[in-house]
């Protein structure tokens, strides 16, 4: 059903006018069939001599109008991309017309128009996410620039997958002594007591119907708190982003304005609850040098609007913590209301000098000094902790009814344990239980899915993602 060797494209961008459109290609031929259309203004003399990670401007070609247009193209070489394969991202000046045209150039030149959540689809086959994972992308898209896709957010998706390996490492361990009761049948050999293996079965049921029964909906991220990150360039704002992220997901650089996007995370909070965390990189810049970044400026802008509660970032070697009043006012200017925490940034560089004034936070995102103590004050402030406390655990329906069906199925073989005097008694049985536990955790992250499966979940994405 889903074909992965071929090149596919689509515009990612969200639909309608926005500061930029992207569109998008992922597969073998991505680098060659951009490159037949966009040439570098750089240096470099065709877009397969840039090596990965990499931006280039440069001026892409739309042969049915016979125009030029100036942009930006991004290399990502396999693996190191969001589908491990090639992807190559080409970024203009923001119009429904210029994308939908550039796609169709990207198409006559050999590419294949991508269906549903292909690209996703093409992260998941490719080992690069997990299914839950996948399915926590779904949730992001509707809020999700292009950006947040990239780092297909495992905040949630990755704790269900660790609690749910954590419990299936133990009913493997079981269902193996159950199976090998049944060969040693014969022989006397007992390789546990089934009451004390039925009690640590009982304890793994009862500890995932406690997740899916505690367990919240899971939250769609356009509902997430934002909490904005704002400051000078090079204050350390995308540094920031990547270490309470967790994931690199923005493109740092020490060249002051060379983050242009409003690049975004989850971030997971003290007490289980997730924020999405956005780089207002551009905010405040009164004279943009180009489009780029007059739309960088502009996206920054309406992100602080959104904004509670802003994180104001210093850096701590060169600026004094309460001395940038002017971006203080256009921050206030733009969101009244949001709370502004200021962070000293980069205290690593101070050899231990620090006594920052109370109202500051001290964090470096080069060694993760403070961001502990970062989270837990952002929690504070939007009353997380307390809401949202306990194990609860954002789950989809699917991921719920896998849940308690496995639960069922290892309470169903502790029980049957319980009664017998030896494993070898209710072995057959049991095993069957505990492999069907399996299945349900393994159909969770994605380890056992079928086809059909893969086609509902993937088709939940737009076009693009
Ligand atoms: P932004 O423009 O505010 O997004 O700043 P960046 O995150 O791109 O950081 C600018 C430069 O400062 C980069 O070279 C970073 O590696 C560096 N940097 C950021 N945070 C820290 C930090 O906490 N400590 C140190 N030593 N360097 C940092």
Redesign the pocket.
């Known amino acids: 059903m889903f074909i992965t060797d071929d090149t596919i494209a689509a515009v990612s961008s969200a639909a309608g006018r926005a500061g930029r459109a992207i569109v998008r290609l992922s597969g073998p031929d991505a680098i060659a069939i951009a490159g037949r259309l966009f040439t570098p203004t750089g240096g470099a003399a065709s877009l397969a001599e840039i090596a990965g990670f990499r931006l280039t401007d440069g001026l892409l070609y739309l042969p049915d109008e016979s125009i030029e247009l100036p942009g930006r193209a991004y290399i990502f070489h396999r693996p190191h991309s969001y589908t491990r394969q090639d992807v190559v991202e080409i970024h203009l000046p923001g119009s429904p017309a210029v994308a939908t045209a550039t796609l169709a150039a990207m198409i006559d030149a050999g590419a294949r128009q991508a269906g549903a959540g292909e690209f996703t689809a093409r992260a998941f086959l490719s080992g690069r996410i997990d299914l839950s994972a996948a399915e926590a992308v779904a949730d992001v898209i509707a809020a999700a620039d292009d950006a947040q896709l990239r780092v297909a957010q495992a905040v949630m998706g990755g704790e269900v997958h660790r609690r749910c390996s954590q419990a299936a490492g133990d009913i493997a361990e079981a269902l193996a002594i159950v199976e090998a009761s049944i060969d040693l049948a014969e022989e006397d050999i007992q390789l546990a007591e089934p009451g004390q293996l039925a009690g640590q079965l009982a304890d793994v049921g009862e500890t995932l119907n406690d997740l899916a029964a505690t367990a919240t909906d899971m939250p769609e991220t356009s509902h997430l708190p934002q909490v904005v990150l704002a ?10 982003l990547n270490a309470l992220a967790q994931t690199r997901r ?1 493109i ?3 060249m ?4 242009r996007d409003v690049l975004s995370g989850l971030i997971a909070l003290p007490g289980n609850a997730v924020v999405n965390l956005l ?1 207002a ?1 551009g905010f405040g810049d009164d004279s943009p040098a180009d489009y780029l970044d007059a739309a960088a400026h502009d996206a920054a802008t309406a992100a602080v609007t959104r904004a509670e509660p802003i994180l104001l ?1 210093i ?1 701590a070697a060169t600026q004094q913590p309460h001395q940038d009043k002017n971006l203080r006012e256009k921050i206030r200017q733009a969101n009244p209301n949001a709370p502004v925490l200021t962070l000293a ?5 101070l050899g231990g000098e620090i006594d920052p004034p109370v109202d500051v936070i001290a ?5 993760g000094e403070g961001l502990d103590a970062l989270k837990a004050v952002i929690a504070e402030r939007l009353h997380l902790a307390v809401n949202r406390s306990g194990e609860a655990l954002g789950l989809h329906d699917r991921q719920r009814r896998c849940l308690s069906a496995a639960a069922t199925a290892t309470q169903n073989a502790a029980e049957l344990l319980a009664d017998a005097e030896e494993i070898a008694d209710v072995a057959e049985l049991a095993a069957v239980e505990l492999r069907n536990a399996l299945a349900q955790l393994g159909a969770i992250s994605g380890e056992v899915v079928t086809e059909d499966l893969l086609g509902i979940i993937f088709s939940r994405f737009c076009v693009g993602k």
Do not use: Q, W
Request: aromatic share 0%; net charge neutral; no cysteine.
């Open positions: 400051g000078r360039p090079n204050a350390g704002k995308s540094s920031l923005a740092t650089s020490s002051p304005g060379t983050t780089d990189a970032v850096d940034n980069k205290i690593d560089l964090t470096s995102a080069a060694t």
